[in-house]
């Protein structure tokens, strides 16, 4: 890695301050969020269809890397001298 530890931990910051420092979105108080479940609806599989199935995707890609990670190192290994 180029930079290591302290560059990705610079680099996240620096990402999530462009995002909220530049996302154009406004504090909203707790009376104004939308609360119907058909309103919140509407916005999640209408509005915000295409971000709403990104993040649903890596959040898969997520729990597969934890699986992966979490595999026991001799249940692969022995996998590995099966196959």
């Known amino acids: 890695m180029l930079f290591g530890i302290p560059g990705l931990l610079v680099g996240s910051v620096l990402i999530a301050w462009v995002l909220i420092a530049h996302s154009g979105t406004q504090p909203v108080s707790v009376g104004a969020l939308p609360g119907p479940p058909r309103e919140i609806a509407m916005l999640l599989f209408h509005d915000f269809l295409l971000p709403f199935e990104v993040t649903s995707v890596l959040v898969l890609?997520?729990?597969?890397?934890?699986?992966?990670?979490?595999?026991?190192?001799?249940?692969?290994?022995?996998?590995?001298?099966?196959?």
Do not use: D, Q
Not at 61 to 83: N, Q, S, Y
């Open 61 to 83: 890609i997520a729990i597969m890397g934890a699986v992966v990670l979490a595999a026991r190192p001799e249940a692969v290994e022995h996998t590995k001298k099966e196959g």
